[in-house]
């Protein structure tokens, strides 16, 4: 090869070089972090620059509650109740896929996070009977079926950048678990299934509402929950752990011995029906004796009056609080499932109350 082609072809190396050491790696992954008391995804602050009339939006986290999207029913007797009306039959995989179609919408109006459960929620708004669904075995093993699940959401979530805030357990189904040491196996089981398929996307919500009577095993309630965060927050994979808190019920305000082990506290608004009431809560929590200045999200909330000078999220807003939509009601006076909690969910943006959520929650995020 002569001069005149070597350096041609150095120059063609180089520049092969320089893009490719300019493109993501493959093996880059959306991350949330926490730094003080805001919320950042890829190092950089959530609706970065943001500020919504004189309110500090950037670094907050806005969710919704969106907990059956791996839901099913193992009971045949209470598995008829969530046909779908156009095939009469109940379809869990049609679930997740509606869910992870939705999720685009959700984005474009400024959803940065949602809470899924493992044991989701009550399919029918409010109250637990007699249907099983829950991720794990009674001995705490993963069900396969719902991993497959989970990964569908989870890697949209992370093609969208989005949070998911990972909810284990949920009352009215943690008895479905044989024991404590099925708990704290399906605790690690899941945690360590999170770390070795690598998401970073995910805050984990040891249960939902910890402090409600229902649950059965005492590891789950206020007194010790703080156990299972400690045990989350002892593993990781390459240098990486997860994120890790627990919620508690409306009007609740998070006890000090789960607040000093959480990075970031959970509250719920459920049964504040005055919204001075939010700027308070969210002014009691960091007024607990180990409160170290972590985001406080609101990650529940069924109040929706985003037309009133005082509603519960523009007070939230304002005491620079993330907060999350939480529709439970199964229908409307037209008789049509409007909630995002009520099984067979309808996903998308249909229903007037959803579109009013999502209408304010873009004008205040700007997205």
């Given at each position: 090869m002569?001069?005149?082609?070597?350096?041609?072809?150095?120059?063609?190396?180089?520049?092969?070089?320089?893009?490719?050491?300019?493109?993501?790696?493959?093996?880059?992954?959306?991350?949330?972090?926490?730094?003080g008391n805001t919320f950042l995804i890829d190092g950089k602050p959530t609706y970065e620059g943001r500020y919504w009339k004189g309110n500090k939006i950037e670094g907050l986290l806005m969710n919704a509650r969106l907990v059956q999207g791996v839901f099913d029913d193992e009971i045949p007797e209470t598995r008829k109740f969530f046909h779908y009306p156009d095939t009469g039959k109940w379809d869990p995989d049609r679930n997740t896929?509606?869910?992870?179609?939705?999720?685009?919408?959700?984005?474009?109006?400024?959803?940065?996070?949602?809470?899924?459960?493992?044991?989701?929620?009550?399919?029918?708004?409010?109250?637990?009977?007699?249907?099983?669904?829950?991720?794990?075995?009674?001995?705490?093993?993963?069900?396969?079926?719902?991993m497959d699940r989970l990964t569908r959401?989870?890697?949209?979530?992370?093609?969208?950048?989005?949070?998911?805030i990972l909810g284990y357990f949920y009352f009215g189904q943690d008895q479905n678990i044989e024991n404590e040491a099925g708990i704290v196996n399906a605790v690690d089981n899941i945690t360590d299934w999170l770390l070795e398929k690598g998401y970073r996307n995910v805050l984990v919500e040891i249960n939902n509402e910890s402090n409600i009577k229902a649950y059965d095993h005492e590891i789950l309630k206020p007194a010790r929950v703080?156990?299972?965060?400690?045990?989350?927050?002892?593993?990781s994979r390459k240098g990486y752990r997860l994120l890790v808190s627990t919620s508690f019920g409306g009007r609740y305000i998070p006890d000090a011995n789960v607040v000093a082990v959480s990075d970031y506290i959970l509250i719920h608004g459920n049964g504040v029906k005055e919204p001075d009431f939010i700027k308070e809560m969210v002014e009691?929590?960091?007024?607990?004796?180990?409160?170290?200045?972590?985001?406080?999200?609101?990650?529940?909330?069924?109040?929706?009056?985003?037309?009133?000078?005082?509603?519960?999220?523009k007070y939230a807003v304002?005491?620079?609080?993330?907060?999350?939509?939480?529709?439970?009601?199964?229908?409307?006076?037209?008789?049509i499932k409007i909630g995002y909690q009520s099984v067979p969910v309808d996903w998308?943006?249909?229903?007037?109350?959803?579109?009013?959520?999502?209408?304010?929650?873009?004008?205040?995020?700007?997205?």
């Open positions: 002569t001069p005149s082609q070597i350096i041609p072809s150095l120059f063609a190396l180089l520049l092969l070089f320089t893009l490719t050491s300019c493109q993501p790696s493959a093996t880059e992954r959306p991350a949330v972090s926490i730094d896929n509606e869910f992870v179609a939705a999720m685009p919408s959700w984005r474009k109006h400024g959803l940065l996070s949602f809470t899924l459960n493992l044991q989701g929620g009550s399919p029918t708004g409010y109250g637990n009977k007699n249907w099983v669904n829950s991720a794990f075995t009674t001995s705490g093993a993963l069900k396969p079926a719902y959401i989870l890697d949209k979530a992370e093609e969208l950048k989005m949070v998911v703080s156990e299972l965060i400690e045990r989350v927050k002892s593993k009691r929590t960091k007024a607990v004796s180990t409160y170290k200045g972590q985001p406080i999200v609101f990650n529940e909330d069924d109040h929706y009056e985003y037309h009133a000078e005082a509603n519960n999220f304002e005491s620079y609080a993330s907060w999350g939509y939480f529709d439970f009601r199964r229908k409307d006076e037209t008789d998308s943006i249909s229903h007037s109350r959803k579109k009013e959520f999502f209408d304010y929650l873009k004008e205040i995020t700007g997205e």
